[in-house]
């Protein structure tokens, strides 16, 4: 589990193909590196990848091509900078909301305030599957490329968050354009009262989810 609250950046050193998907090798500060060690779990823009080598510069891990084709991480270009968190440890304060790390769908930014002075605060517009309303609601939380956010407002294929410049300045959000993809997971409440109402058959879009997944 992660809060959403990045305290780490990182760059995305090289991609390189290995049978069944590819190897990300990246760059991090020493404190990350030193949570890094063989096994563990980094979010990397949100999606959850294991610990596969690690070094005194750089850390790698191996992707699927599920996780390749359903996440913005196959998208990316060697020097993109990347929203690092390290898995929740018992007794860490919990100061975002509970981010299991598992992406629920891709989204695009639409629209973002150009603020005086480069201060990009105010409200920021995203795109998101319409698969994914049914678990987005205003004040609800959601994670955009693994920062965790509070919903203002939502439509069927929608959604804005009200940002502010220290968000802004010390993430990756600082260089986003409108029609650049991120990576979305809702709020893990929201996931669990849609499945008990598709369980009951009350609408056809949570239904399908009750039978596999938004995927269809």
Do not use: Y
């Not at 191996?62 to 996440?71: N, P, Q």
């Not at 989204?107 to 409200?123: M, T, V």
């Amino acid at each position: 589990m992660f809060t959403g609250l990045i305290r780490h950046l990182g760059t995305l050193e090289s991609r390189s193909s290995r049978p069944g998907g590819a190897r990300l090798r990246m760059v991090a500060p020493a404190d990350l590196l030193a949570r890094a060690e063989l096994g563990a779990s980094i979010a990397v823009n949100g999606a959850c990848l294991t610990s596969s080598a690690v070094d005194g510069r750089a850390w790698e891990a191996d992707l699927s091509e599920e996780t390749l084709e359903k996440t913005t991480l196959g998208r990316l270009n060697p020097g993109a900078t990347l929203h690092l968190e390290p898995a929740l440890r018992v007794g860490d304060p919990l100061d975002g909301h509970l981010v299991s790390g598992h992406v629920d769908g891709m989204g695009q930014l639409i629209s973002r305030p150009r603020g005086l002075g480069g201060a990009d605060e105010g409200i920021w517009r995203f795109a998101m599957p319409a698969a994914l309303a049914p678990m987005t609601a205003p004040k609800g939380s959601i994670a955009v490329d693994g920062i965790s956010l509070t919903v203002v407002d939502c439509g069927t294929d929608w959604f804005t968050v009200a940002l502010i410049p220290e968000t802004v300045k010390h993430t990756a959000l600082n260089g986003m354009r409108p029609g650049d993809p991120v990576n979305l997971e809702v709020d893990p409440i929201g996931r669990f009262v849609a499945r008990a109402l598709a369980l009951r058959g009350s609408d056809e879009k949570l239904a399908r989810f009750a039978q596999g997944g938004w995927s269809g």
